[in-house]
């Protein structure tokens, strides 16, 4: 069975401007998280979603907003960035949404904002 | 939410068993104990996890005290493949969500 993937694996922006993440679930899987990883951070929760709904959502600011689609896959966007989004974004899938269910990890996004 | 504290860092030989540590005093009688791992330039890893009984799987075994307040995860044999920084995370039943509270983890290193 495949495993989670996200494109691009590397992404270069400058301030201001706004980017889209793409995330690939392993098949059926129907629920998506997203993280953000930073050195001073550490991994970081941003938000969940489950048939096609957000579920749960970290403390982010609303220039970071996502989405799922019918077939699972995620998007996320981050607009009006800033130098401190640069991190590595990693997306997991699971079965569902209970807390028992282990999580899938793709490789991340790493983005470098300039 | 409940919290975990591992130590920062561990070093094993190649080989041996390793035993990483893991506190959660706080613990909830719903808390499921997760630990993952995050190998360089990768995304974390499931390894195991366990509510009550110790665990075993292909990877690692999870041994957790009888007053569920601290839990190890053991690997039987270390290879170089298995360094990484290992996470304990606590995940309530009651609130089913995949939001996982990461901490700093332990980071282990392998030495040939």
């Known amino acids: 069975k495949a495993g989670v993937t996200q494109t691009p694996r590397y992404l270069i922006k400058t301030r201001g401007q706004q980017v889209t993440l793409s995330c690939s679930p392993i098949?059926?899987?129907?629920?998506v998280s997203w993280y953000q990883q930073t050195p001073g951070q550490g991994l970081q929760f941003l938000f969940e979603?489950?048939?096609?709904?957000?579920?749960n959502k970290g403390n982010f600011p609303g220039r970071f907003s996502g989405r799922q689609f019918s077939n699972s896959r995620s998007e996320m966007n981050v607009s009006t960035l800033e130098l401190g989004d640069s991190a590595l974004y990693l997306c997991?899938?699971?079965?569902?949404?209970?807390?028992?269910?282990?999580?899938?990890f793709g490789p991340g996004t790493r983005l470098t904002v300039t | 939410d409940a919290k975990t504290t591992q130590p920062n860092s561990m070093e094993s030989n190649e080989e041996e068993p390793v035993h990483l540590p893991c506190n959660h005093s706080t613990i909830s009688g719903t808390d499921y104990i997760h630990w993952y791992r995050q190998l360089p330039s990768q995304g974390p890893e499931y390894v195991i996890h366990?509510?009550?009984s110790n665990v075993n799987n292909r990877m690692a075994s999870l041994a957790i005290a009888e007053d569920r307040k601290s839990s190890t995860l053991i690997l039987h044999r270390a290879t170089l493949r298995d360094a990484a920084v290992y996470y304990c995370i606590l995940r309530d039943v009651l609130y089913n969500n995949n939001d996982m509270r990461f901490g700093a983890g332990t980071r282990l290193t392998v030495k040939p």
């Open positions: 997991a899938s699971s079965l569902g949404w209970a807390s028992s269910y282990e999580q899938y």
């Open positions: 979603y489950f048939s096609e709904t957000q579920r």
């Open positions: 098949s059926g899987h129907r629920s």
């Open positions: 366990g509510l009550t």
